[in-house]
């Protein structure tokens, strides 16, 4: 696949020693210390040779100047993984946990050229009439609920019971969801990047955006779902369930990551340490610290050479995958003497070029709005582990706390306002006891809406 002519041989311990010049980026070792892989894979140059699981080979660019090229070169690195030419050759097991997020789909992310443009002009127009403030208040109304659900105790997990469900249940809003549906979308996202049973997941997602698909067809509301429908270019309804999957995936997934590890540097780094005047300010620090040096979707942008290339001394083949490394690009040691000066978009957390994610304005909103109202809720909120003792989700794509386990003062649980019956008018209260009680994760969203509403 290629060749790197100054290759160095890799330190002691490194598991390229082990299997081979090919790094493995998956297990617990490489989610355990990703940036000690990145150091030795730039030993081979501004790419590197990588298996991104088993069977799955690819080439990670790790070079912050060599990754902005690729990205913004679509002529010659596309996205279009029916390109992906081991996979079309049956090499690639198709029970590989990382298909799912490289197979074709007919959406903006795997496309390229004037089809691309089109899905791609659906997903911006309609992300566009995305009204903030009504995103802040159901932004509001959400960490509301959830808070809700643990303020009484004195202890919570914030991963899986803040950051992971936040996201899913604000885009269920976005996405104009009925409960039913909703509870079924929240499931299938979270088995699909969970990895549990993640063929059942992808199984009830799909037939739940179906589902949704065709209830926008009947009845059109204030929606993306809606919007995306009624977009100009003709959105079949395939096209529509592939496009809300991508949008899902990329308002949740990296949403969920930097709240997680935003409030990880919030709650155990003495630099944040600051009064309540500048609280606003120090979330924003530590997001921007978050995107810049633990990117939340680590690796990815998949690329094929659409001819055999060069890059940066290596020989690439013509549609074997050329994978971004976010997190090495942004952590590149010949940035290190500039970045101070580099604006704070700088960064490639969010991609580069015509993939750039459409998603990142929302979902920086979200993330921002999450951690203020969590630490002004709970304003003696503090790690319940050593900072030493936090693992991570193995995966070749993410870079993902398993756990953050927190305590705090108990406090009353927060009870909404009142809200009009959409059928008579009258208002009524529920507080989190009487609505929530017993709400398993498959039940997120309907036990939020009967929290919310009459």
Request: with cysteine; proline share 8%.
């Amino acid at each position: 696949m290629q060749s790197h002519s100054e290759f160095q041989t890799p330190p002691p311990g490194c598991p390229a020693h082990a299997g081979g010049e090919r790094v493995p980026l998956h297990g617990p070792e490489f989610a355990a210390a990703p940036e000690a892989f990145y150091e030795t894979l730039r030993q081979y140059g501004p790419s590197a040779p990588v298996e991104l699981a088993p069977g799955v080979e690819a080439e990670l660019v790790t070079d912050y100047a060599t990754a902005l090229h690729v990205l913004q070169n679509p002529d010659t690195f596309a996205r279009d993984s029916r390109r992906w030419r081991a996979l079309n050759e049956g090499r690639v097991p198709l029970d590989s946990p990382v298909l799912p997020m490289m197979m074709h789909r007919p959406n903006c992310l795997f496309s390229d050229g004037a089809e691309h443009l089109r899905l791609r002009q659906s997903v911006t127009a309609s992300l566009a009439r995305v009204d903030t403030h009504r995103l802040s208040r159901h932004v509001d109304r959400v960490a509301a609920y959830l808070i809700s659900q643990f303020s009484s105790r004195g202890r919570v997990e914030l991963v899986a019971d803040y950051a992971q469900l936040l996201p899913l249940l604000v885009f269920n809003d976005l996405f104009g969801c009925p409960a039913e549906i909703g509870d079924r979308l929240v499931f299938g996202i979270s088995g699909i990047f969970d990895g549990v049973d993640a063929e059942k997941a992808n199984e009830v997602l799909t037939e739940a955006l179906l589902e949704l698909v065709a209830l926008k067809r009947r009845s059109p509301g204030e929606d993306i779902t809606s919007w995306l429908m009624a977009h100009p270019s003709g959105l079949s309804d395939e096209e529509m369930v592939h496009q809300l999957v991508t949008l899902i995936a990329a308002g949740t997934e990296p949403t969920q990551n930097i709240i997680a590890s935003a409030l990880r540097l919030l709650l155990t780094d003495e630099k944040y340490a600051g009064d309540e005047h500048t609280a606003g300010l120090l979330v924003d620090d530590a997001i921007n610290d978050v995107l810049w040096n633990s990117a939340p979707i680590a690796n990815y942008g998949v690329h094929y050479p659409v001819r055999d290339v060069e890059l940066g001394g290596a020989k690439l083949s013509a549609g074997d995958p050329v994978v971004i490394s976010f997190a090495a690009a942004n952590t590149d040691p010949t940035l290190s003497t500039g970045r101070q000066i580099f604006s704070k978009r700088a960064h490639l957390a969010w991609g580069a070029g015509p993939h750039a994610c459409p998603a990142k304005d929302p979902a920086l909103l979200v993330a921002v709005l999450a951690i203020e109202k969590l630490l002004n809720t709970l304003p003696d909120i503090d790690l319940a582990l050593p900072v030493e003792s936090l693992t991570w989700r193995p995966g070749p794509f993410h870079r993902a706390l398993d756990v953050l386990p927190a305590r705090f003062t108990p406090v009353r649980p927060e009870r909404p306002a009142s809200i009009s019956s959409a059928t008579g008018g009258q208002t009524a209260e529920k507080t989190p006891a009487q609505a929530g009680n017993g709400a398993q994760r498959g039940k997120w969203w309907s036990s939020f809406l009967s929290w919310w509403k009459v």
